[in-house]
């Protein structure tokens, strides 16, 4: 009976043994977080293969950043190291079973630029690649259109033109033609978009994917206007997931928000997203364009910001979100194909005495 028992016990054993070898090494290579202590850091965004770190002073020379990769990965340098970040670290990311590796590019400032021209863009992605502004702070819903339609993507709705007020490019939001996916379920449209914030897609509820908002640092000021050029013209025929609507015209989205977070690091994961932007309890100012009507010509805007509350940095940060849209109601599969929306030489307009 005793060697019953332990005739059963090692074969249990050495079952459950091969299945923990036989259990496939993670095959990510990512940077998960890049941190600095609450002292020093103002801001940390990672995109694609670059991070960017806004931090207070101007000495990058000893930094010695916490770094969290995917399970079972390995980072050089390791997290932890001082170094001189002066001109940008290169780490490369390896993963645990050894076969994939990502090189990240990070680089420091003390500055954050509340003048947007929209200029440059590079296309963004690993296998499957999407147009993005070379501003990290900047995203766009064309990582989840790539996903939904495996890469197989013509013409993104978030893209450069030429057709620039000034220089040589603005940003282009164009409303185009979904299709059925098995896990979103029929998407009429997709919405061209662009947000200072984050994308991270979210199947189950996908108007959280959008991330919105930035660190907005007290060294900034009170954002008091924001101006900027735009254009827009509607598609013929709105529709949604029921079909068409009917006596309706599509209608663009221009604004800004100003919002509290918790203070320090926590903050910098707190996000409103597109079901709560414009109603949460957490928001202190906007700063919204409420006339919609089509624009042939290039037309200028001068949206004051209106607080609810005075900002307190001493309890609070708070973060500035930044939001285009050729179809207003596009976070929830709502709009027009072929409404174009073209902005350029966007501006915040701070204060920079706080009361």
């Known amino acids: 009976m005793k060697f019953k028992i332990l005739f059963t016990s090692l074969l249990a054993l050495s079952l459950f043994s091969s299945c923990i070898k036989d259990e496939p090494l993670n095959k990510e290579a990512d940077i998960e977080s890049f941190s600095l202590p609450d002292s020093i850091l103002i801001n940390s965004v990672i995109s694609d293969n670059k991070v960017t770190l806004v931090i207070k002073g101007t000495d990058y020379k000893k930094l010695a950043p916490q770094v969290v990769v995917t399970p079972g990965a390995t980072i050089t340098p390791a997290s932890g190291d001082t170094l001189d970040f002066t001109n940008g670290v290169t780490y490369t990311v390896v993963s645990e079973d050894k076969k994939y590796s990502k090189v990240y590019t990070v680089s420091v400032t003390s500055s954050i630029s509340l003048k947007f021209d929209f200029e440059d863009w590079f296309m963004e992605g690993g296998l499957w690649k999407y147009p993005a502004l070379d501003d990290d702070m900047w995203s766009s819903a064309n990582q989840g259109i790539m996903m939904a339609k495996l890469g197989k993507v013509d013409v993104y709705p978030t893209r450069s033109t030429e057709d620039a007020f000034?220089?040589?490019?603005?940003?282009?939001?164009?409303?185009?033609?979904?299709?059925?996916?098995?896990?979103?379920?029929?998407?009429?449209?997709?919405?061209?978009?662009?947000?200072?914030?984050?994308?991270?897609?979210?199947?189950?509820?996908?108007?959280?994917?959008?991330?919105?908002?930035?660190?907005?640092?007290?060294?900034?000021?009170?954002?008091?206007?924001?101006?900027?050029?735009?254009?827009?013209?509607?598609?013929?025929?709105?529709?949604?997931?029921?079909?068409?609507?009917?006596?309706?015209?599509?209608?663009?989205?221009?604004?800004?928000?100003?919002?509290?977070?918790?203070?320090?690091?926590?903050?910098?994961?707190?996000?409103?997203?597109?079901?709560?932007?414009?109603?949460?309890?957490?928001?202190?100012?906007?700063?919204?364009?409420?006339?919609?009507?089509?624009?042939?010509?290039?037309?200028?805007?001068?949206?004051?910001?209106?607080?609810?509350?005075?900002?307190?940095?001493?309890?609070?940060?708070?973060?500035?979100?930044?939001?285009?849209?050729?179809?207003?109601?596009?976070?929830?599969?709502?709009?027009?194909?072929?409404?174009?929306?073209?902005?350029?030489?966007?501006?915040?307009?701070?204060?920079?005495?706080?009361?």
Do not use: W
């Not at 984050?198 to 108007?207: E, H, Q, V, Y």
């Not at 700063?287 to 805007?301: G, M, Q, V, W």
């Open 166 to 355: 000034s220089g040589k490019h603005a940003a282009l939001l164009e409303t185009q033609r979904g299709g059925t996916f098995l896990v979103a379920g029929y998407v009429p449209i997709f919405s061209g978009s662009l947000f200072r914030g984050a994308f991270k897609l979210n199947m189950a509820s996908p108007p959280q994917s959008a991330l919105f908002g930035q660190i907005h640092p007290k060294e900034s000021g009170k954002p008091i206007h924001m101006t900027g050029y735009y254009k827009y013209a509607p598609g013929d025929t709105l529709i949604n997931r029921n079909g068409i609507v009917p006596n309706k015209v599509d209608e663009f989205s221009i604004y800004a928000v100003v919002y509290k977070v918790t203070k320090g690091s926590e903050g910098l994961n707190e996000y409103l997203n597109g079901e709560n932007i414009l109603t949460s309890d957490k928001l202190v100012g906007k700063a919204i364009l409420e006339d919609r009507s089509p624009k042939d010509k290039y037309t200028k805007f001068d949206l004051p910001f209106v607080y609810t509350e005075e900002l307190n940095y001493d309890l609070y940060d708070y973060k500035l979100a930044v939001v285009f849209a050729s179809s207003k109601n596009g976070d929830f599969y709502e709009g027009a194909v072929g409404s174009k929306l073209t902005v350029d030489n966007v501006e915040v307009v701070c204060e920079y005495e706080l009361n």
